[in-house]
């Protein structure tokens, strides 16, 4: 029983211990949106007209910034996408990633059930100071909630856009 206690310990003072190094890295690594983002109209590629404000007015959105060359994103654009059909309020932004045709190819014609805009140049990237790819940030009515960088699972990505969204 001793021992079990013991490895217990051990185990949650690691799960500590990657929980403190996230949250550092985040930090280190946080994006800031520029000044009225909220309202600044963008466009999808499937030509639709839109804000963050109007997006995250009734539900948290998710921003999901990736790019076709970053590996970890392959798993998490995965799990965005599953995110966005099983009803989340989700809002990718894709840089470097080539034209919108070479993006709904990569997204495997997903697209369609979440607003993507495609940032070629990765402008609105440098705008935003996205640094690490990927960066997730949860927006509740025109407001930055939370941010995340790097690999994060499924169920911490719902957990950020759903438990924790509801305490703000």
Not at 44 to 71: M, Q
Not at 94 to 110: M, N, P
Request: hydrophobic fraction near 45%.
């Amino acid at each position: 029983m001793a021992d079990f206690r013991k490895n217990l310990r051990a185990f949650f003072l690691l799960l500590l211990l990657i929980v403190l190094v996230s949250w550092l890295l985040d930090l280190l690594h946080a994006p800031k949106a520029p000044q009225g983002f909220a309202q600044q109209p963008f466009h999808t590629i499937d030509g639709r007209k839109l804000t963050i404000a109007a997006l995250s007015a009734k539900k948290p959105l998710l921003i999901y910034f990736w790019s076709r060359d970053c590996g970890v994103c392959r798993y998490t654009t995965r799990n965005i996408l599953s995110q966005a059909a099983s009803g989340e309020n989700v809002l990718i932004v894709t840089q470097r990633s080539g034209d919108d045709i070479q993006v709904v190819r990569l997204l495997q014609g997903r697209h369609l059930t979440v607003p993507v805009i495609n940032d070629p140049t990765g402008a609105m990237a440098k705008q935003w100071q996205v640094s690490v790819l990927p960066t997730m940030l949860v927006v509740i009515k025109g407001r930055i909630i939370l941010y995340t960088t790097g690999w994060t699972s499924d169920w911490g990505t719902r957990l950020r856009t759903g438990w924790v969204a509801k305490w703000y």
